[in-house]
């Protein structure tokens, strides 16, 4: 049992370059979140899905975008990458019912 | 002002020491709260949920006073292993359960 994983681990981007966030979890969890961790700040919600099939807008959404692929995996697109985005991204998932949010390990993303 | 805040110290403690963090948070709606732990380049985990009658888990005590919207962690004892930034969580209720997470406290317990 995994949890949850993201891909990759680390990722140096040019300012314009796009990429795609992986996350998958093996909880059977119905909501998948993203966030942003930068220094000096709380966690900050970029998207979130409360099921299969459905995505909702987080508190900094704007520059991304998410695909709820099916109920393990939700990613997480930059599709014109700005130095603004160079923070540590973290999935997260929850089972209904529970406020238990479970962490995966977090993407590491630099921006040039 | 920021929905939870915290003082992000460092606080530097010897083994043994008893330390104790605080939060505030500023939306009175809030229904839940929670304290995750985070270890330096790690991800967040739940360290414990905080109940209006205070809880203890082991050698951590958490409690919340809602009319003045503070929440607190105490650590006795502690332990090298308890170092780490301490994250005060905050649940806005909703359906998709939107946690507010304060910026952390670091905590370094030295020998």
């Known amino acids: 049992n995994a949890g949850v994983t993201q891909t990759p681990k680390f990722q140096v981007l040019k300012t314009g370059q796009s990429m795609t966030l992986q996350c998958a979890q093996d909880m059977n969890h119905n909501s998948m979140y993203w966030y942003r961790q930068d220094p000096g700040m709380g966690l900050r919600l970029i998207y979130y899905s409360a099921s299969e099939g459905t995505t909702d807008k987080g508190e900094v959404p704007n520059g991304y975008n998410v695909s709820r692929l099916n109920k393990r995996e939700f990613s997480l697109r930059l599709e014109s990458a700005a130095p603004s985005q160079t923070s540590v991204y973290f999935c997260?998932?929850?089972?209904?019912?529970?406020?238990?949010?479970?962490f995966g390990p977090g993407t590491r993303l630099l921006v040039l | 002002r920021k929905e939870v805040e915290q003082d992000p110290g460092p606080f530097n403690v010897p083994e043994g020491a008893t330390v104790a963090f605080n939060c505030t948070y500023s939306n009175s709606a809030s229904q839940s709260f929670f304290w995750y732990r985070q270890d330096c380049r790690k991800e967040p985990k739940l360290l414990m949920s905080?109940?209006?009658s205070g809880n203890e888990d082991g050698r951590f005590t958490a409690q919340l006073n809602r009319a003045s919207q503070y929440i607190s962690l105490l650590i006795r004892d502690s332990k090298l292993s308890d170092s780490a930034t301490y994250l005060c969580?905050?649940?806005?209720?909703?359906?998709?359960?939107?946690?507010?997470f304060g910026a952390g406290t670091r905590l370094a317990v030295h020998p």
């Open positions: 997260a998932s929850r089972q209904r019912g529970t406020e238990t949010q479970y």
């Open positions: 905080v109940y209006s």
């Open positions: 969580v905050v649940n806005l209720s909703g359906g998709y359960n939107k946690l507010i």
